[in-house]
């Protein structure tokens, strides 16, 4: 079992920046390739950014549509993988979650086992 916790989310204007932390439990994280998916009001649930099981970290990868804007990191010692978030739009509102798998990046929604509580990220304009 793999418990995941976000934090970090919050409201910001829009052009400002924030950074989510999701924290796993396991002591196996490094197993485990570890998404952030967002969903907006209304919307479907779409993945952000993946970065792949491995050691010391897997490979990354980001939406296209956010990739000049977003970056994500992993940390395996710390557990942890973190989506920092720039120059944000109100399109960008929307609760984040965290999720992993121990597929590769690129598995479908439904293989990710594991899911955090979510975060709130509000971009005024």
């Known amino acids: 079992q793999v418990h995941l916790v976000e934090s970090g989310g919050g409201s910001v204007q829009g052009g400002g920046s924030l950074i989510l932390s999701c924290a796993a439990s396991t002591n196996t994280f490094s197993s485990y390739t570890v998404s952030w998916f967002r969903q907006a009001p209304g919307k479907e649930r779409t993945e952000v950014s993946c970065?792949?099981?491995?050691?010391?970290?897997?490979?990354?990868s980001v939406a296209d549509s956010v990739k000049d804007r977003f970056t994500t990191t992993r940390h395996n010692a710390n557990r942890t993988v973190h989506l920092q978030m720039n120059s944000l739009k109100p399109e960008d509102t929307a609760v984040y979650y965290c999720?992993?798998?121990?597929?590769?990046?690129?598995?479908?929604?439904?293989?990710?086992?594991?899911w955090g509580q979510g975060t709130q990220v509000t971009v005024s304009s």
């Open positions: 999720a992993a798998t121990v597929r590769r990046c690129g598995a479908s929604e439904s293989d990710y086992e594991y």
């Open positions: 970065t792949n099981w491995g050691h010391p970290a897997g490979s990354t």
